[in-house]
Each structure stands twice: as structure tokens, then as C-alpha cells.
T-cell receptor, first 113, second 111 residues
Framework: QQQVKQSPQSLIVQKGGISIINCAYE??????FPWYQQFPGKGPALLIA?????SEKKEGRFTISFNKSAKQFSLHIMDSQPGDSATYFC????????????FGKGTKLSVKP | DAGVIQSPRHEVTEMGQEVTLRCKPI?????LFWYRQTMMRGLELLIY????????DSGMPEDRFSAKMPNASFSTLKIQPSEPRDSAVYFC?????????FGEGSRLTVL
């Protein structure tokens, strides 16, 4: 059973555009929702994370929007740049950041110059 | 700190051979995780250790897979015998009190 569903599988965006990646979860006990960024040949690295007590978190050009009632959260990348081209994974866990992360299957983002 | 160090970075072997992947965690991190990444299944948690003790190995696919953490500075993931379907990138990740840090992975190809 896939507990975190991520879409789309791949995304092509023009430089300067907005990239949007969506995730849905099933387990209402999840209380920590991070996004990871992975470049080719590298391991995933934490990009930004949110807890369900807030509906939005912004760090620079990256924003997480969280909808608790719909059990959905999304990553928005504003003013997308070619350097943002990477694979993005959403994840969820119980017990906050100390819980085991359940990952979505990833979205490969390509930002065209 | 050098981060999570994995070796080898690439391994090509033939079906039936034993494969050992190694991980050196970040100093002071007391939780260590082994993940497998494939196109079809994404990132799957295989096993994790807390203070060198295996806590949950329910993700280990079968008895051919085993993992050890003899001390706080070293862990191994062993596959014996290896099969072509084991071809994947294997990641080690460690955590102290904060976020999870991943190594750069070991790409395994079983012919």
C-alpha cells in the first residue's frame, strides 16, 4: 500500500515559471512532511519541511502548501531556474522529524532555459 | 564533517556473487537507515538501526539481505547470493536529533 502518492512523475517548466508538485497521504497520524531534492549521482537532501499546524511555509523561492482536511501538500518553486532541475521527493512521517520517512516516488523536474 | 560516506560508489557483479556495501555515519548520529532506490519502486526503507541496534528490518526483501552495525562508526549491507533484480542504488542515511542526511549511494549492477 503506497502511503504517499506523488504527482506528476515528470515536469518540464520554462525558466522563470512556477513548478508545482503534489503529494497526497493516507495516514492521519503523519505529522511531519519534508521535501527532498536529489541531483543526479547524489543522495537526497532536505529542502524544506512543514508540520500540520501551519498551512504554508516559505523559504526563498520554495513554498510548501498544506491542506490537512484534504490530506494533501504541495511544493511550489517560484521563478524556476535551470539549476533547480533535479528529482524531488515528498515524504511523511509520524513522531515528527524523528519518525521513519515514507517517501513518494519522486518527480523529475527539468527547467528549460 | 565529511557527511555520510558510502563505499563502493559503483559495483558490478555477476549473479550469485556476494555483495557488501559499507557506510560510515556522521559522527554523533545515533540512527542509521539503509534505503534502496529504483525507478519502479522509488526509495524504499530496508532497515534502520538506533544506537547500533536493528529496530525494524521489515523492509528487507528476503533472507539474502542482511545488515549489521558492529559499532557507531560502521554499518554493512550484505546481499548473498545477489540476483539481477537487486540492481539498484543503495543509500545509507543517518540522523542525530534533527534532519536525515543521505550518503551519495552505492550503485549496484548484478549481471
Amino acid at each position: 500500500q503506497q502511503q504517499v502518492k506523488q504527482s506528476p512523475q515528470s515536469l518540464i517548466v520554462q525558466k522563470g515559471g512556477i513548478s508545482i508538485i503534489n503529494c497526497a497521504y493516507e495516514n492521519t497520524a503523519f505529522d511531519y512532511f519534508p521535501w527532498y531534492q536529489q541531483f543526479p549521482g547524489k543522495g537526497p537532501a532536505l529542502l524544506i519541511a512543514i508540520r500540520p499546524d501551519v498551512s504554508e511555509k516559505k523559504e526563498g523561492r520554495f513554498t510548501i502548501s498544506f491542506n490537512k482536511s484534504a490530506k494533501q501538500f504541495s511544493l511550489h518553486i517560484m521563478d524556476s531556474q535551470p539549476g533547480d532541475s533535479a528529482t524531488y521527493f515528498c515524504a511523511a512521517s509520524k513522531e515528527g522529524s524523528q519518525g521513519n520517512l515514507i517517501f513518494g516516488k519522486g518527480t523529475k523536474l527539468s527547467v528549460k532555459p | 564533517d565529511a557527511g555520510v560516506i558510502q563505499s563502493p560508489r559503483h559495483e558490478v557483479t555477476e549473479m550469485g556473487q556476494e555483495v557488501t556495501l559499507r557506510c560510515k555515519p556522521i559522527s554523533g548520529h545515533n540512527s542509521l537507515f539503509w534505503y534502496r532506490q529504483t525507478m519502479m519502486r522509488g526509495l524504499e526503507l530496508l532497515i534502520y538501526f538506533n544506537n547500533n541496534v536493528p529496530i525494524d528490518d521489515s523492509g528487507m526483501p528476503e533472507d539474502r539481505f542482511s545488515a549489521k552495525m558492529p559499532n557507531a562508526s560502521f554499518s554493512t549491507l550484505k546481499i548473498q547470493p545477489s540476483e539481477p533484480r537487486d540492481s539498484a542504488v543503495y543509500f545509507c542515511a543517518t540522523r542525530g536529533t534533527g534532519e536525515l542526511f543521505f550518503g551519495e549511494g552505492s550503485r549496484l549492477t548484478v549481471l
